[in-house]
């Protein structure tokens, strides 16, 4: 029996803020779309790797956490009534007169005019600490991301790591005065002297090391742990010189993620070290109807910021327009004055 091709003029791969952000533009532009993540929830590395985490640099919001930013951006494209395909991995892309093929791991299938993809780093997975099995105490005792940080107070932490996620974390709980009142304590564990974080960062750490607000263990890997059915109680630390052996309860694991393209390393675009070559000035690939944005998206000057990922949606929307109706003029229209843009958008006051 033959796949049925759900027809539609866009299809957006990727939920994270550029992927959400570009419903939102295709809206505006009267272009419904289909929008596609492999993973459960929408808002991409926002929501999976520092959903708890305030962010500074978005235009008129002084401060939000990245899950607030995703369900902010989610509440503005929900006028426009995009089809949501979440936990599905699209794994194919094929070329036919009309459009592109697309066709998910969970078999949905769609036949579009237009595609935008908007796939970050790919289907991305946290670097795994590597010492045996351990898939079985993920989330009990031993985690790769924080969701909630409440959970973590009056605990013995350890966490593992040189970057800006274990620094930061580990900055956040050292000098969080609820956290030391709750009778928590963190040891930080890099596998080196040299960290690669923020120099500010690791400048603050080493003054809250001094302080003996936290301890900082340099040349030190987990060796082994002494857990008794789903209790952490130890860990056994190595260094360069002896082994240190240290009462725990909960291990936090920031060794950076491994980017994998996946499958969109395989639909014949024109990549450059794990990103999409575009045009700047439309963000088209070297696929006629195919558009790459946000952090996945190259070109010169390129800034992977959640900024730059929104205006090349609004780039990307216009350029498909151009496709879907091809010869109508198309004019930039403000939503402080546009009726029809205030109609698509559901706020039009009669
Ligand atoms: C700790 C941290 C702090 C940050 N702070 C800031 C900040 O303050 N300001 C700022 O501007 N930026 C910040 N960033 C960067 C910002 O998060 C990224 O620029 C932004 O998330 C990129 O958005 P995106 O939509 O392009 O991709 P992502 O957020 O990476 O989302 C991509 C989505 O595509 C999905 N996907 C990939 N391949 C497929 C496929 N084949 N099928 C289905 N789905 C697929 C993935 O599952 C993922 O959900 C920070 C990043 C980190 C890690």
Redesign the pocket.
């Known amino acids: 029996m033959g796949e049925v091709f759900q027809k539609t003029d866009a299809v957006v ?9 570009q419903v939102f533009e295709l809206g505006l532009l009267g272009i419904n779309s289909v929008l ?4 459960p929830h ?9 959903p708890d ?6 235009p008129g919001i002084l401060v939000c956490t ?1 899950q607030e930013l995703a369900d902010n951006i989610y509440l503005q494209i929900k006028p426009f009534n995009p089809t949501i395909k979440l936990g ?4 194919m892309i094929e070329k036919n007169k009309e459009g592109y093929k697309i066709t ?1 791991n969970k078999d949905s299938c769609f036949l579009t005019k237009t595609l935008f ?8 997975q946290p670097k795994k600490m590597g010492l045996g099995k351990t898939e079985d105490f993920e989330n009990n005792w031993l985690h790769y991301k924080i969701k909630e940080k409440q959970k973590f107070f009056g605990k013995k932490l350890v966490i593992f790591g040189g970057g ?2 274990a620094l ?1 974390w580990a900055i956040d709980f050292a000098s969080s005065s609820d956290f030391q009142n709750s009778g928590g304590s963190v040891t930080l564990v890099h596998r080196s002297a040299t960290f690669r974080g923020a120099e500010h960062s690791v400048d603050k750490m080493k003054e809250l090391a001094n302080s003996n607000q936290l301890q900082l263990i340099e040349f030190g890997q987990l060796k082994s742990f002494n857990c008794e059915r789903d209790s952490l109680n130890s860990i056994v630390i190595s260094t360069q010189d002896k082994e240190i052996s240290i009462d725990a309860d909960q291990l936090l694991v920031f060794f950076g ?1 491994s980017a994998k ?4 390393a395989n639909w014949g675009l024109d990549i450059t070290k794990k990103s999409i070559n575009v045009n700047p000035e439309t963000c088209q690939t070297n696929q006629k109807g195919i558009f790459a ?5 190259k070109y010169p000057g390129k800034k ?6 929104c205006h090349e949606a609004a780039m990307a929307a216009f350029a498909a327009k151009a496709i879907i109706e091809p010869g109508k003029k198309v004019h930039v229209q403000y939503t402080t004055t546009s009726k029809k843009l205030q109609e698509r958008l559901g706020v039009l006051k009669k």
């Not at 929408?42 to 520092?50: D, T």
Request: overall charge negative; proline content about 5%.
């Open positions: 791969i990727g939920a994270g803020p550029c992927g959400l952000f596609i993540d492999s993973l929408i808002g991409g590395q926002c929501s999976e790797l520092y985490k305030p962010l500074y640099d978005m990245g599905e991995e699209v794994t998910t993809i908007a796939g970050g780093v790919g289907s991305f800006d996620s930061d993620l393209l996946g499958p969109i944005i946000g952090d996945i998206a992977k910021l959640i900024l730059s990922g």
